[in-house]
């Protein structure tokens, strides 16, 4: 293990108790271009970590390349896997997303299951980590691939929480607004009904302003898409979530 990696390898449950100490994350995309100097600037921003992962053109390879260009800096690093193919080595963990309002049973156990089928012993489970995901945005690319139910009411919102926080007992419930910013008084809601699980909000922070209301709203605040389109506007974020008091 890096000692500067803020995920401890040597037990699993360790690292889940660090990334719930995690405010803000950058997550970025495999598939789309980074140039250095940017790529810089994310890295060393204050984030708390950077996630690396996409809904779709995740490969082996420019997930391999893309983590290279992070381990020159000390950020930690993990992957959140989209596809098995790209289940690349060396990151300081592995977040395996579970989408609790999928159309099909493909994207809530189908696809996992195959995949631990398929890596077997060659599984880290010490850094592996799943994500009770609830999509919100239907316009998103990840409510398309997986036909997510998004027109839902903050009743069934909740449900899907409770069942991932209660009776699954996954360490992060996700709500995902992926390029929209959400309903924060629905995600202060799940938030404070959470039990055991911590509360990742991403979608359409664009801004310092919008990251302080999502960080008083959710645990952690994830920033993806403003990285490649309002650089300035998105390293803000970093501050503002870190300035903003943590909700309990
Ligand atoms: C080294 C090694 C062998 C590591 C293995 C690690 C490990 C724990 C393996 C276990 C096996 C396993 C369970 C693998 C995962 C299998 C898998 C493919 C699961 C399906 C995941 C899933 C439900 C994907 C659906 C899409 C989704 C929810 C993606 C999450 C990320 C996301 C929403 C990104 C946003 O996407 P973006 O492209 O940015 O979207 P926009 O267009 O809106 O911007
Ligand atoms: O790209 P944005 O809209 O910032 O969303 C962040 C993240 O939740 C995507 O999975
Ligand atoms: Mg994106």
Known sequence: MQESSGVDRVNGRAAERQLREWRHLFKLDPDREISDSALDAVCRSGTDAVIVGGSTGVTYDNTTDLLARIRRYEVPCVLELSSAEAAVPGFDAYL?????????????????????????????????????????????????LTGARTEIGERDVLAYARLADRLMRLPIVYLEYSGRFGDMRLVERVRADLQGARLFYGGGVTDAERARLAAAAAHTVVVGNAIYERLDDALATVAAVKETPAPA
Not at 125 to 139: K, M, P, Q
């Open 96 to 144: 395996v997303p579970i989408v609790l309002n999928a159309g099909s049973a493909e994207w809530i156990a189908g696809r996992q299951a195959e995949a631990i089928a398929a890596y077997g012993s060659m599984i880290p489970w010490d850094t592996a980590v799943g994500e009770g995901y609830i999509i919100l945005n239907g316009g998103s690319t990840a409510a398309k």
